[in-house]
């Protein structure tokens, strides 16, 4: 099912985003009022770039060597999208959303 | 080298990517819409069913039958016929031939039942858009090459932009909007939406230079082929052995069973008959099929002797490692194997690209701004002037070729032709308009005459067609759902546009009262 791929593929990739953007202090700032501990930095970012790993053996499993590659770079493009919006608009609901896509991204790939 | 290596990079990035800008931004956009080529050629032909039935071998066989018997009267004496034959999105059957390669081909298109004009009104559909993509609507050679050098500079401008970029990771999610220079906020999104796709970017525009690679660099097969291309073709199984042509007259053999047997061999399907030489004893008949799903770009083709109807040869590719790369690319580039959900990542994207280089644009006039109360020099008035006809003006044009489809009378003569001078009429108004209009001011105005184009397409097409979105759900008509959706998607983005452009305009006139209160005209032009 590859519109449910797709969903899973851009509900981790945007959790993944949202977690590197956080990790970072200009963002961390924004969305909680104060930089993140050095411990809490480290953590979001090596969450970030599992999730972004992740992403991509979804893909990769589900559509194949050929377009989970494309499907994964796309999704990449998609999710990121989705966090500059919100940093740019509404930076406080970036944790809420990414807690949120990740129990979605879970159920889709259960379905797949 | 001025100044060290980022400083010439960036010089690089901000002059290449003004020459190409225009023109690349209008191939983005028709390029992104040409990712529902097929769907906007239905949209535009409201006669056709909500169900197609996908045709059988007999309605194949006896369509081709009917495009012949049409070219054997219209073309005898051509060197080529290409029949495109019926499908599930398209009943019709088209033709195209050539007398010469060198100039334009002759077209028609036909009722497979009938042999006469099809039911449906005469438009170029999504075909206008996909030949505009890289012909630019000009002489296909001459657009070919200016749409390649073009990509070439954009090529070249991607990459500066990547080695100017100074904070790529750092300023990865950054997007101030409410910066105190403008330049600032513009200089955020260019990045933005140029680094998020970057893959995309880099794919689209590089395949897009490799599918045409051996147009503009044909020299190396020239040479090793003596001139013959198409033995390279046909070697590196691109395409089935040529036929050297008889040089005496011929009877072509009935096509139908040729498509029969084609239909038998290969499973995928039938998309068109091409006929090299007809009139020759030793014409050659193509059945070409559409490609099977993958990456690839490679058509499984049956060739019969056109004389004595018998295959002369199955190409099913299995191709070579260096063919195989170039079919891939530009598979990657026109994305037939995306399905519904991965193509609207790459329309995404595709919008993506647009956005990268419109901001793009804007930015080199942002940061040329000239000092308050002066008169902006010529050469950053006319880069406004073609912003804003580019910018605003294409997308305008493309509703206003949509609103024609529906608001042209269906038997007017030469209906097609009407449809793309709607497009460019709107296109050259609006480009006219920019000039004589102070800048600020005619961003919110063309902006929003874009957004009341694209408003306009859903009510135009419930008024003429009575396809409204009420009747195409219940109808089940996903196509016509998404089309409205689409375009009323479109018509609240530039919306927005405008309504941020008028924030400018106000934001603008209150500066200048600040600064330079006694020449209000003269501040509007400046703002």
């Not at chain 2, 059988?56 to 039958?65: F, I, K, R, S, V």
Request: charged content about 15%.
């Amino acid at each position: 099912m590859t519109p449910l791929v797709l969903l899973a593929n851009l509900a981790l990739s945007f959790a993944a985003f949202a977690a590197l953007c956080l990790s970072m202090n200009r963002h961390h700032a924004a969305a909680f009022l104060a930089k993140p501990s050095r411990r809490t930095a480290r953590g979001l970012r090596a969450a970030g770039w599992a999730g972004i790993v992740l992403c991509f053996a979804v893909s990769v499993l589900a559509e194949g060597w050929n377009f989970g590659p494309v499907q994964w770079l796309g999704s990449l493009s998609g999710g990121a999208l989705l966090v500059v919006a919100l940093a740019s608009y509404r930076p406080t609901w970036i944790r809420p959303a990414a807690l949120l896509a990740l129990p979605l991204a879970l159920v889709a790939a259960f379905i797949i | 080298m001025r100044n060290g290596f980022r400083q010439s990079m960036a010089w690089l990035h901000s002059w290449a990517g003004l020459v190409a800008g225009w023109v690349l931004f209008a191939m983005f956009v028709t390029g992104t819409a040409t990712y529902y080529r097929a769907d906007i050629s239905r949209w535009m032909r409201p006669e056709l069913p909500v169900v197609q039935q996908v045709p059988t071998p007999d309605t194949l066989a006896q369509a081709a039958e009917t495009a012949v018997a049409h070219l054997k009267g219209a073309a005898p004496n051509a060197i080529a016929w290409y029949v495109t034959l019926p499908s599930a999105a398209d009943p019709a059957v088209g033709l195209t031939w050539f007398t010469d390669f060198a100039r334009p081909p002759g077209t028609a298109r036909l009722d497979p039942a009938t042999g006469g004009p099809p039911a449906t009104r005469e438009t170029r559909g999504g075909d206008f858009v996909y030949h505009f993509h890289y012909e630019l609507n000009l002489p296909s050679t001459v657009g070919r090459w200016i749409a390649g050098i073009c990509a070439m500079i954009g090529l070249i401008t991607l990459l500066s932009g990547i080695l100017t970029h100074r904070r790529i990771f750092a300023d990865f999610f950054t997007f101030r909007r409410g910066a105190k220079s403008a330049q600032r906020s513009w200089l955020d999104a260019h990045n933005v939406v140029g680094v998020l796709a970057i893959p995309f970017h880099l794919m689209i525009t590089y395949t897009g230079i490799a599918t045409l690679a051996l147009m503009y660099m044909p020299w190396g097969v020239l040479a090793a082929y003596q001139g013959d291309e198409m033995r390279f073709y046909g070697e590196t199984g691109q395409i089935t052995a040529p036929v050297t042509p008889a040089g005496r007259p011929g009877q072509l053999a009935p096509v139908g069973p040729m498509v029969r047997q084609a239909l038998e061999r290969i499973s995928e399907p039938l998309e068109m008959l091409s006929v090299d030489m007809p009139g020759d004893a030793k014409a050659k008949v193509v059945a070409v099929f559409e490609e099977p799903h993958g990456l690839s770009h490679q058509h499984p083709q049956v060739a019969f002797d056109g004389a004595t109807g018998a295959v002369l040869e199955v190409l099913n590719p299995n191709l070579k490692p260096a063919s195989k790369t170039f079919t891939t690319m530009v598979g990657l580039h026109e994305a037939h194997f995306a399905g519904p959900a991965l193509r609207v990542l790459f329309f995404l994207s595709g919008l993506m690209g647009a956005a990268m280089v419109g901001t793009g644009l804007v930015l080199w006039s942002v940061a040329r701004l000239p000092k308050p109360g002066a008169a902006p020099f010529f050469g950053l008035r006319l880069v406004r002037v073609l912003n804003l006809a580019a910018i605003a003006g294409l997308p305008a044009a493309l509703a206003a070729y949509f609103l024609a489809n529906r608001l042209l009378p269906v038997g007017l003569g030469a209906r097609a032709d009407w449809e793309v001078g709607a497009f460019f009429a709107v296109w050259l108004t609006s480009a006219a308009y920019a000039g004589f209009r102070p800048q600020v001011s005619a961003w919110c105005e063309m902006l929003s005459a874009s957004a009341a184009l694209f408003l306009a397409v859903p009510v135009v097409n419930g008024l003429t067609t009575g396809r409204h979105p009420l009747a195409s759900a219940a109808a089940g008509d996903a196509l016509y759902l998404w089309f409205d959706a689409a375009m009323l998607g479109l018509a609240g983005l530039f919306a927005f546009a405008a309504h941020k452009a008028r924030g400018a305009e106000a934001l603008g006139r209150r500066r200048s009262e600040v600064t330079a209160p006694p020449i209000r005209s003269n501040a509007l032009e400046r703002a």
